[in-house]
């Protein structure tokens, strides 16, 4: 059974603070991604990594980085922390496959509040 | 831009009766759809999918149909549960894509 685990369920930070967001998968997935899910606009890609020390860019980066410097393991960084930051973070894994069609595994979320 | 649109935030349904959720893209490149629920709470987990050489795919309740000329697909529950009750999200991935395209999401609640 796939397990995708999320550092913490909730966070509260400062404006201008540096967070981490961590993510670890025990299956042995290539393919791991960060979503951010808000109220009328359903999940957005921030950032995905196909392999140890790649990532890509998805449709909202600005703000964020991303480190994958283990294959289990895909952190999620904000920089200095903004209030439109305030989300729920979601972490995913999967299989690599054609053209990443494989079944995304989701972790159970972080919500982050930025005050 | 919204790719992948869930025009219904919400639906209300009984117990036994059929849940139809619609989902609506953009994109004609898209070829491969899929359907995940959410729960409170927890991450989203993996319904059902549909590859756009069919027009349905079915398993068990849950039957997913395609409608490439409207751009349209649809997720039909039957017969529904209480413990359906939940968020649906519908996603999309064009053919040289790397990545889902996530909709706004319905949450359904199923009412015994």
């Known amino acids: 059974d796939v397990k995708v685990t999320q550092s913490s369920r909730y966070l509260v930070k400062r404006t201008g603070e540096k967070v981490f967001l961590e993510c670890v998968q025990d299956?042995?997935?290539?393919?791991m991604f960060w979503y951010r899910q808000d109220p009328g606009l359903g999940l957005r890609l921030i950032y995905f990594s196909y392999d140890v020390k790649m990532k890509e860019k998805g449709d909202i980066p600005e703000g964020y980085s991303v480190s994958r410097e283990k294959k289990e393991r895909f952190s999620l960084i904000l920089e200095s922390a903004s209030t439109n930051q305030t989300s729920m973070y979601l972490c995913a894994s999967s299989l690599a496959g054609t053209l990443l069609r494989e079944t995304q595994y989701f972790g159970p979320g972080t919500r982050l509040l930025v005050l | 831009d919204q790719q992948v649109k869930q025009n219904s935030p919400s639906l209300s349904v009984q117990e036994g009766r059929i849940s139809i959720l619609n989902c609506d893209y953009t994109?004609?490149?898209?070829?491969?759809f899929l359907w995940y629920k959410k729960y409170p709470a927890e991450g989203p987990t993996f319904l059902i999918s549909?590859?756009?050489?069919?027009d349905k795919n079915e398993d068990g309740r849950f039957t997913v149909f395609l409608n490439k000329s409207a751009k349209h697909l649809s997720l039909h529950i039957v017969p529904s549960q209480p413990g359906d009750s939940a968020v649906y999200f519908c996603?999309?991935?064009?053919?040289?894509?790397?990545?889902?395209?996530f909709g706004t999401g319905t949450s359904l609640t199923v009412i015994p």
């Open positions: 996603a999309g991935m064009y053919n040289t894509g790397n990545q889902f395209y």
């Open positions: 994109n004609s490149m898209f070829d491969y």
């Open positions: 299956m042995d997935h290539e393919n």
């Open positions: 549909i590859s756009s050489i069919k």
